[in-house]
């Protein structure tokens, strides 16, 4: 019944799902509206996502993200101005509260406008950091385009970004093939050492970022060099809000989406990977990818003959209890099942203070829109409150943190194992029936035995 069930609200949510899983509402704060035709194919490639659009100007006196403080917008994307302020109505406090409202915020930069003020402090929260000197811009002499940067070499050439490490879901580099990034004067930022900042996209390691207003021949005073310049970086909240920095918006024009260029190496003229790469880094921003949520959770006792009742909120101690956790992924419009990637893990925690029990849970089952994680085990020899615990947080993919309580109680008098079932307890046994014996033995002797005759004592006559 509980299966029949989950699968018809599966059904009934895949119906009215959003393309977004946090809403269709879209922000585009620039300089002036008519820039937007700069944008056109991004912009198309948002509506044709069923994004509802709204170009605002930072001046402009309808500009608010709340209203009665609930969101009206649920994705604000800011593109180069060439204002140092945002206006009051985009404050760093403001933009901070849009964030901790699970907002999500797209933030484009570039090397050929200054970034605006409260930008720059929004970031500096977020642990990113920015070169204090405003032209600044990423050069590599070794990966850019011969064909559009001949001479400045800041048109750079980078593949399609694959994972640091292995346990990460790719997101951002499936079927780029020779494809490369275009990244046309752009802006490098550092990033601390916060666990919510993830790169998406590094600086190669002959990179660097410098003035190119400053002619020296040779540059002593760098802001950053190599893969500490992070090109594309994200931030995802406790609360899983995203906020994404493309440290170059020219890669969003429509002259870079498809664009044919050459490399140094000699190698032949390739197409760019700008239009699906910028369609992945704004679906995730946006979170049309990477959410995860959980669609029921169940726990019972797996002992024979004991009642299966579903979520119980009692058990006692040396139980053996089953667990599952049924996981979905958002995928851009359709919930899947989420799958795992290989050499990682989504692990149970049995905890009172600390956990007594951190098991990996293996798949179980498959359904329309969901994966089973499923696992046993016996309850430790320890009465209290405990959790049932998943806590699976990875970059790229929203938070789960699904915990449930239950009481352990100790035995009670009448669930010990009887003294016959214990062999250390048979010797004892075995003593306390010989004294029984023993003494039921006596008295029977005692009792059946016939007593001892006494003997005739005749008096003698005395004359």
Partial sequence: MRTLLSFLLLALASVVAAISTSGHRLLVVLDDVADKATYSKFFADLAEREFKITYETPKSDSLNLFNLGERTYDH???????????????????LLDFVNAQGNILLALSANTTTPTSLVSLLSELDITLPTDRNSLVVDHFNYDITSAADSHHVLLLPAPKPVRAGIKDFFSDDAGSKLIAFPRGVGAVLGNGELLNPILRAPPTAYSYNPKEQAEVVDDLFAAGQQLS????????????????GSAEMLQDKWFDASVTKLDGKPVVQT??????????????????????????????????PNDSNPEMYRVKNNVSYTISLAEYAWDHWIGFNVPESDQVQLEFSMLSPFHRLNLKEESRRLAAVHYH???TIPDQHGIFNFKVNYKRPFLSNIEEKNTVSVRHMAHDEWPRSYAISGAWPW??????????????????????????KKVTAKKTQ
């Avoid at 800011?78 to 406090?93: A, D, E, S, W």
């Avoid at 699906?276 to 002992?303: C, D, M, P």
């Fill in 76 to 94: 604000v994307l800011f593109l180069p101005v060439h204002t140092k302020g945002l206006g009051p109505n985009l404050t760093p406090k403001t």
């Fill in 231 to 246: 090109l594309v970086s994200t931030v995802q909240a406790r609360n899983n809000a995203r906020v994404t920095v493309v």
């Fill in 273 to 306: 990977f700008n239009r699906e790469f910028a369609k992945r880094v704004s679906g995730w921003t946006f979170q049309e990818i990477g959410v995860l949520k959980v669609n029921w959770v169940e726990h019972h006792l797996e002992e024979e003959g004991a």
């Fill in 375 to 377: 696992t046993v085990f």
């Fill in 429 to 454: 046994i075995a003593g306390i029936g010989a004294t029984v014996s023993g003494f039921l033995g006596f008295v029977a002797l005692w009792m059946y035995s016939a007593p001892v005759a006494a």
